[in-house]
C-alpha cells in the first residue's frame, strides 16, 4: 500500500512538471509575441515621428538638402568620416565674393543732365564746368500692345485678254481666324510654362494696358499653339532616343472632369538624353567592333498619360538600347530584363533618404555616417567635372570605388542590426536593393552619379502646379507636355525660349514637313529678317 502511494506521488509530480513546462512555453511564446508587437509599433512609432518631423520642414523649414553650417566647409580642409580602416581628406577652395553686376552695355540709355541753378552759381564769381560724375540707374518701362495692320496690296491682272485679280499673300497670325501674331502667342505660352502664371492672371494684366482678352481667347490660343508646336515632337523624340543615356522620371498633373468639380491625377512623364550618342569606328576590315562616344546635343520630351502604369515607358522606350537612368520605380523594371536597356540608379534618391532621417537627430548618427559617405563620392565629381569621360571613369575607378567597397561593407553591417519598417532600415534597404545599379556609374564616364538633369528639367511643373493648380482637359495636359518639351530643350542650349518660340511659330506653318528637325532648339537659326 505504501508503494503504490509513492508511485502515485511521483507519477502527480512528473504531469506537474510537464504542466509547468507547458506554461512557461506558452507564456515564452506570449513575451516573444510581445516583443514583436513592441518593435512593430516601435517601428511604427519612429515612422510617425519622422513623419512629423519632414512635415514641420515642409511647412516652417528650409526646403534644401543642407545642414545648418553646412556652407563652412568651404574654404578649408576637413577630415571626412570614415570607416576606421579608411580615412581621405578633401579641400574645397571658397568662391571669390562678387559685388553689383555692371548694367550690360547693350542695353538703351537715356541721358539726363543735371547742372546747378542760377541761384548756386551766383553764389560765386566765377563757375566753370570741369567734368562731370556719372551714375547709373535701372528703369522699367511697361511692355506695350501694338495693332500692327497688314497691307496687302491687290491688283487687276490681264493676260492673253483675261482680267484676274491677285493679291499679295500674308499670314498674320500662325493660327486661323485669329488675329494674335507670333510674338502675343510666344507671350502667352512663355508666361504660362516658364513664369507660371496662370491664364486668368495674364487676363487681368492685358486688362492694365487697356486689352480686354479673355481667359477662353488666351486657352484657346494656347491649345491652338500646342497642336501647332506639336509637330515638333516626332523628331524630337527621335533625336532623344538616338542618346546613349536617357534619364526619365515622372509627376502627377491634376486634369480637370468636365461637370464633375473635381480633377483626377494624370502624369506627366520625362526623357532627357545625357547628351552623348555611339560613334562606331571602322577597324579596316569592315566591322565595327570598336567605338566611341562624341557629343550628342542634349533634348527634353514631356509626355501626358492618363495614367502611372508601367505600359507608358515600356511604349516611349520601344526600340531603344542604352542607359536609363531612373529611380527604383516598378513600372521600370520590365525594361532591363532582356539586357537591351542598362540600369543606372540615382544617388540623389539614395541621399534624400538618409538625410530625412538625419534632419531630425541632434547628434551624429548613422544617417549622418552614411551622408559621409556620399558627400565623399561627391567631392570626386566636383574634382572631375571638366574631365572627358575617358578621364572621369579612370578618376572614378582609382578614387570612388574603393569609397563605394568600404560604404557597401559599413551597410550590411549595419543593417541587420536596423528595424527593417524603420525609416533608417528603409534608406538602408534602399541602397542595398539598388546597389549595382547605384555603382554603374563608375563604369562609363558619359553617366552622372544622380538624375538631378531630369529633376531640374521637372522642376518648373512642380512650380507651375501652384499658380495654375490643373490641366482643363486632356488636350491641356498634351499641349503642356509639347510647350514644356521645348521651353526645356530651349534652356538647355541657352536659347531665349521667347525669341525662340515667337520665330517657330511664324515660320513651322510653311515649312517643308521633311525638315522640321531645322526648327528643334539645338539646330535652330533665327530667319533673316
Known amino acids: 500500500m505504501h508503494a503504490l502511494n509513492v508511485i502515485d506521488t511521483t507519477t502527480e509530480r512528473s504531469e506537474d512538471i510537464h504542466a509547468l513546462k507547458a506554461i512557461i512555453t506558452e507564456r515564452d511564446a506570449q513575451i516573444a509575441s510581445q516583443a514583436e508587437r513592441i518593435a512593430q509599433l516601435g517601428a511604427?512609432?519612429?515612422?510617425?515621428?519622422?513623419?512629423?518631423?519632414?512635415?514641420r520642414r515642409m511647412h516652417f523649414g528650409a526646403s534644401s538638402e543642407r545642414f545648418a553650417g553646412q556652407a563652412e566647409l568651404f574654404g578649408q580642409t576637413v577630415a571626412v568620416p570614415?570607416?576606421?580602416?579608411?580615412?581621405?581628406t578633401i579641400t574645397y577652395e571658397r568662391k571669390a565674393s562678387r559685388g553689383r553686376?555692371?548694367?550690360?552695355?547693350?542695353?538703351?540709355?537715356?541721358?539726363?543732365d543735371y547742372d546747378l541753378s542760377a541761384e548756386e552759381k551766383s553764389e560765386f564769381d566765377a563757375v566753370q564746368k570741369i567734368g562731370e560724375e556719372i551714375s547709373e540707374t535701372l528703369d522699367y518701362t511697361p511692355a506695350k500692345l501694338i495693332v500692327i495692320e497688314h497691307a496687302r496690296a491687290k491688283y487687276r491682272c490681264e493676260k492673253d485678254g483675261a482680267a484676274t485679280v491677285r493679291?499679295?499673300?500674308?499670314?498674320?497670325?500662325?493660327?486661323?481666324?485669329?488675329?494674335?501674331?507670333?510674338?502675343?502667342i510666344a507671350h502667352v505660352l512663355v508666361s504660362k510654362y516658364q513664369d507660371h502664371l496662370p491664364l486668368n492672371r495674364q487676363e487681368r494684366m492685358f486688362e492694365r494696358d487697356g486689352v480686354t482678352l479673355a481667359k477662353a481667347t488666351l486657352c484657346d490660343w494656347t491649345l491652338g499653339a500646342?497642336?501647332?508646336?506639336?509637330?515638333?515632337?516626332?523628331?524630337?523624340?527621335?533625336?532623344?532616343?538616338a542618346d546613349a543615356v536617357i534619364g526619365a522620371d515622372d509627376t502627377p498633373l491634376p486634369v480637370a472632369e468636365r461637370g464633375r468639380g473635381k480633377?483626377?491625377?494624370?502624369?506627366?512623364?520625362?526623357?532627357?538624353?545625357?547628351?552623348?550618342?555611339?560613334?562606331?569606328?571602322?577597324?579596316g576590315d569592315g566591322s565595327q567592333s570598336r567605338g566611341s562616344w562624341k557629343p550628342h546635343p542634349a533634348g527634353v520630351i514631356f509626355e501626358f498619360t492618363e495614367s502611372r502604369e508601367g505600359a507608358h515607358p515600356m511604349r516611349f522606350l520601344r526600340g531603344y538600347s542604352g542607359y536609363l537612368q531612373a529611380d527604383a520605380y516598378p513600372g521600370f523594371d520590365a525594361l532591363y530584363r532582356d539586357g537591351r536597356i542598362v540600369e543606372v540608379a540615382c544617388w540623389a534618391h539614395v541621399r534624400r533618404k538618409f538625410f530625412e532621417v538625419a534632419k531630425s537627430h541632434q547628434t551624429p548618427?548613422?544617417?549622418?555616417?552614411?551622408?559621409?559617405?556620399?558627400?565623399?563620392?561627391?567631392a570626386v565629381e566636383a574634382e572631375i567635372k571638366d574631365q572627358p569621360p575617358d578621364g572621369k571613369r579612370d578618376?572614378?575607378?582609382?578614387?570612388?570605388?574603393?569609397?563605394?567597397?568600404?560604404?557597401k561593407l559599413w551597410l550590411d553591417g549595419h543593417a541587420p542590426t536596423l528595424l527593417p519598417k524603420s525609416p533608417l532600415g528603409n534608406a538602408f534597404s534602399y541602397a542595398l536593393s539598388n546597389w549595382r545599379a547605384l555603382t554603374r556609374y563608375t563604369e562609363n564616364g558619359i553617366l552622372a552619379p544622380d538624375n538631378n538633369a531630369v529633376e531640374r528639367a521637372i522642376r518648373p511643373i512642380a512650380v507651375g502646379r501652384h499658380n495654375w493648380l490643373f490641366a482643363g482637359s486632356a488636350r491641356g495636359g498634351h499641349t503642356a507636355a509639347v510647350i514644356l518639351s521645348l521651353i526645356e530643350t530651349a534652356k538647355i542650349h541657352g536659347v531665349e525660349p521667347f525669341v525662340y518660340l515667337r520665330d517657330v511659330l511664324a515660320r513651322i506653318g510653311s515649312h517643308r514637313i521633311d525638315r522640321l528637325a531645322e526648327l528643334l532648339p539645338f539646330n535652330w537659326k533665327p530667319a533673316a529678317p
Not at 511604427?44 to 512635415?55: A, K, M, P, V
Not at 548618427?365 to 561627391?378: E, G, K, M
Request: hydrophobic content about 40%; cysteine-free.
Open 44 to 55: 511604427q512609432l519612429e515612422s510617425l515621428h519622422q513623419q512629423i518631423l519632414n512635415l
Open 82 to 88: 570614415m570607416p576606421p580602416q579608411t580615412s581621405q
Open 101 to 112: 553686376p555692371a548694367l550690360p552695355k547693350d542695353l538703351p540709355r537715356q541721358r539726363i
Open 167 to 184: 493679291t499679295a499673300w500674308a499670314e498674320p497670325s500662325p493660327l486661323p481666324k485669329s488675329n494674335a501674331s507670333a510674338g502675343l
Open 226 to 241: 500646342g497642336d501647332l508646336l506639336g509637330r515638333l515632337i516626332a523628331p524630337l523624340k527621335a533625336h532623344v532616343l
Open 263 to 283: 480633377t483626377r491625377t494624370a502624369r506627366l512623364w520625362v526623357y532627357r538624353g545625357g547628351g552623348f550618342k555611339r560613334e562606331d569606328e571602322d577597324d
Open 365 to 378: 548618427s548613422l544617417a549622418h555616417q552614411a551622408l559621409d559617405f556620399i558627400r565623399a563620392l561627391y
Open 395 to 407: 578618376a572614378r575607378q582609382a578614387r570612388s570605388t574603393p569609397v563605394l567597397a568600404d560604404f
